[in-house]
């Protein structure tokens, strides 16, 4: 739809708990309990028809009896009674609802009439936007707004989190706290009957805090929508989404759980990639790779240059890098010149650049500074291991003196643990991505390769598809419900080029011949 | 060679560090301050020509002057002297020596002269043992002998590691300081002129209190040796490998490292199928794979059933197993009963197993009891994220009961950061291996199945093949010399045919024949 009245939800100053409890297990107790006492500077309205206070706080007993109209509602009410609590927030002016309450879609046809009802109310009050149902409600760190039912509220910071998971939310919020990861907003959309993926990628763009989007998706149904929303932010921050259902048996394991299909993955690939985003394939890799790509450069290319002081983890590095299929810089002749007068006779002579064993932080970060001047070179990948001679901390602070004012990406992998912690701080305050393993830091790296090829294609075709076609859906309608009726699985090859037909998609058309005159008699029409 | 006189070099009594030294940036110093005062039992004799005492310990001016012959010399010194070190130790009767000091084969010419004088000196000694040179030394906890110049001495522990490249342990040991991982044995081989990984492992064999063995892997040159070892050991413990040089690419900065061509990548994954070695393709999970394997059943089969209290991981969780070829187990139309019966009515009948967001312990548990029964399910992965109603720890302690006595192995996600720690530990307390990400799980799971295929390989081949010929290797230098020298580096298919006949491999022979006469008689011949 649009971002219209977002603000409501996410910028609220009065927000209403409609289904506040006194019962710890409850929703409606944690949430009031989340959204009270953290630092939310607006008010916070318990409503509880049987209470005087919830959480010792006055509760009034219905949306009418409030004293002001709420700009938020959040319902964590069972399913039957929220399509008229819909109607009296209408009725009250309160234009943002989250409905937290489960029971809808996700459990069949019951669900979707009260899915239904819903939508009717909504429709009576112009401009109410509604966020779920079935969710787990929205985190806004910056102004200490947590209007959900997840048990901790994670750190401000910069990106933006939008999840069709309610339960992977719990998860991911655990991990941040682990990992010391903030967001700007914290978003569970559920069913996504009102407010969309789409709706809020338009509004984080809008936001200078959002630097990065994270995804977790399960399907997408407004493509269209979601597609111009996401190559809209995508031109100018990076987002990253993961998606799940990728082959034949998880798909069908994911409409059991959503009740919808969740598509072909091969479309999503394709559809990621002309939006730019930048997909993972490992849940673990999420936070990582949106602070990676919304704080490094992109490459030009994927041409990567090995700076090492072990051969071993050198040939790992390179394994690492053929497999994701990324490419060995070749070296020009004048840096090779440069680094043999640099390095000690028995270095690598060629790339990996092994600095040798006892390399000095000096010696680290010179071979930095010739490799970064190489034309063939489109970024620099610097593994340390930590021998006898080796200083892990003085040498992450020359390397990163030496790639301070590079054009190009420069990464570090120094591998082990605590002897290594006091470097990768000095590289996370330098802005340079570091890694404990070399094969994390190629992984990284081939995500800001293809990030930046995403991003070629996305400046490269243009916005949108000018696309009009008028569709007979009626027509169509009848044709399919005949089909599907007499239970046929497969169309024919006729109806399957009547429906490409409806779509203005051209087709071949066959006709009939019974015999060699009436092949060329037919060939002639 | 054999494992003769290897309790030299990891049990010995008196110890001599040659080249003991007071500064503090040198190798001398980090092995003998690494030997005493660390609670190793024996006597350490620093030996150094110019001083009195090193360290505050009584020095000794060369081999011939010390009190008892150590059973053990470390050699710290340049290159050049070593050879008359050996010699020295030959003659004072010591039969073990490490030699740390690089400056031999890796460097070239000059220092393959000089290993060749040391085999020399080696040769005059009968069952003298050389682990070395140019490597990092031996650490053996359970003896708090640490003959190494590595910077920290990790604990005791199950795990026999042996590296081919000394760089690699020093971030080897960094990491398993920081995840509490063990050793028996800590083994830095360097260019091994004399003790091979194939003694090693042998050696290792023997030794009760080592339960796996991880080895990094540059190149294997005694191949038969390193299978029969391997071969031996795998059948009844696990050996976890990872090789470096996969790619073209990579073995090419593989030969500059080394001097050696780190062989064709398919070559070894084939030895270490036949051999039973579970190979691993990212470092970091090296400890995890061989605790795993070392403690784990290995399943049946590769179809695994999925337990979970949310549908989007469980849709996650296929995607990694199917992306690893494994199999989602078809449950039975009895389970499915069982299921019903214990489930409420919306979950979602089929595996991946949804035992919905507000199941309690006793659900879970159940649950895994039910599915573990199933004759069709070869594991069981319980998924767990920490939604509102969800207690963590108490659905551990039920799991944990559920599948104590199981014939399967059970494996646990539980997705989360602190929330899910005091889970993860009962988990680990019970013998479940646990990760914080399902796609950790399943990574796990296929290498207990590829680890259970390995072994049943192990178990149907022959222990050896009978191989008997007698190779006239004399007549095959002259013709390969001759090819060498004239620079032919393509072999004719003459040639070719020679040559795999010498090894008895027996070839088709081309006869000429210039007509159809001619090749009538010659196909009489």
Redesign the interface.
Known sequence: MSIRNLDKIFEPHRVAVIGASDAP?S?GY?VLRNLVGSGFRGVVYPVNPKREAVQGIQAYKDIPSLPHAPDLAVICTPAPSVPELVRQCGEAGTMGLVIISAGFRE??AEGRKLEQMVRDEQRKFKGMRILGPNCLGIIVPGIHLNAS?A??SPAKGNIGFIS?????C??VL??A???GIGFSYFVSVGNMLDVSMGDLIDYFGSATETRSIIL?I?SISEAREFMSAARAFARTKPIVA?K????T??????A???GAM?GVDAVYEAAFQRAGIERI????DMFDCAELLARQQPPKGDRLAIIT????????T??A???RNGK?ANITDDTMKQLNDLLPI?W???N?V?VL?DAPPDRFAKAVEIVLKDKEVDAVLVIL??????DPTATAQAVGKAAAHAHKPVLAAW??????AEGMQIFNAAGIPSY?????AVRAFMHLVSYARNLEILHETPKDMPLEFTLDRQRLRGVFDTILTEGEEILSENVSKAFLESYEIPVTKPLAARSADEAVEVSHR
């Open positions: 297990t929703v944690t459990i069949g039912f048990a901790a069709q998971s309610g339960a992977l719990t998860s655990d991990w706290l682990d990992e977790y399960e993961f799940a259902g990728r082959f048996e998880s798909a069908q394991a994911a059991s759980h959503t969740a394939f490992q849940v673990e002081n072990a051969g071993g983890p050198g040939v790992m390179t394994d890098l053929i497999e060995l028995c690598s002579h060629g990996p092994d064993g291991t930590p021998q006898a001679m080796t591998m082990g643990g605590r002897v290594v404990n393993t070399p094969e994390k």
